[in-house]
């Protein structure tokens, strides 16, 4: 029971029944003794290690009642915690690796690259979406095209269909669309879009966090501001975007037309935090060490 004693003295608990209280007089000269106890008794359960305290925890299960049990529990488990909470801030070198700047230059260099690969993505939708609209443009001039009345030569005896009349400007326009759609459908586009936009979204959301959480690594906080707002942001409207997919797949124009809103402002935020990031890169490089 010497730790459920030492934690519910930390705590400012007692263990015994209440009883009644002291004459002002005598109260008076005991109240010193018992707060400079039960600063002692704070002080060196702070100082003993984890498995000790552990063992003293295991001692006060087998001999408490359950509601004593659970309570010395909670208070020395959670104790260390209150007493020193610079001990669960993960800055100071206790990380290693993760707190030096190898890892911190991680997060820049991976969404720079991703910068990059949403304007490849971009345009490969942009093609895609071409092959779409190329076909509609063709069904619409198929509408103006009239069709050219049969005539025939006459030879005198033997009549001879006439030669084809050169095509029409709507006609050529068709014929070169019709072309340049067949083009277009030997890239792919669909394909390689829809594997660019689930590569995109796989590493950008998993970036994002490592972001965040490599900052807490180093300095044991998040600094709320326009990079990590933006940042939060963006991997929003990747989620949106790409919840839009399925909609898109079974011909609602609309979702395509919020695909494409979404994922335009998307690139915007993305070059819009580029100069934030470069001034992080800059205090990273300034207040870590290799590696």
Request: glycine fraction near 8%.
């Amino acid at each position: 029971m010497a730790a459920a004693a030492a934690a519910a003295a930390a705590l400012g608990l007692s263990l015994l029944p209440r009883r009644r209280s002291l004459p002002v007089k005598i109260a008076s000269r005991v109240s010193p003794r018992i707060n400079a106890a039960a600063k002692e008794s704070t002080q060196s359960l702070a100082q003993r290690p984890l498995s000790e305290l552990q063992h003293s925890v295991a001692g006060a299960l087998a001999e408490g009642s359950p509601f004593l049990t659970a309570a010395v529990a909670a208070s020395v488990i959670t104790l260390p915690s209150f007493v020193s909470p610079q001990d669960a801030m993960a800055v100071g070198g206790e990380l290693g690796i993760l707190e030096g700047r190898t890892l911190a230059l991680v997060h820049p260099v991976v969404m720079g690259g991703l910068f990059v690969y949403t304007l490849w993505a971009g345009y490969l939708g942009w093609q895609w979406r071409r092959i779409r609209t190329i076909q509609d443009e063709v069904n619409e001039l198929k509408k103006q095209v009239k069709p050219a009345p049969s005539a025939v030569l006459s030879t005198g005896a033997e009549e001879a269909a006439a030669p084809p009349a050169a095509p029409s400007p709507v006609e050529s326009k068709i014929l070169q669309l019709t072309e340049e759609r067949k083009v277009l459908l030997k890239g792919s586009y669909r394909e390689r879009h829809f594997n660019a936009g689930s590569i995109l979204l796989g590493f950008g959301v998993f970036e994002a966090v490592g972001g965040c959480l490599n900052t807490w690594f180093r300095t044991g906080k998040l600094f709320p501001g326009p990079h990590l707002f933006a940042g939060a942001t963006i991997t929003v409207l990747w989620a949106a975007a790409a919840a839009l997919v399925p909609s898109m797949q079974k011909g609602n124009e609309s979702a395509r037309n919020l695909h494409i809103a979404l994922n335009g402002l998307n690139l915007l935020l993305f070059a819009w935090q580029i100069p934030t990031g470069i001034e992080i890169v800059l205090k990273v490089l300034e207040f870590t060490t290799w590696p």
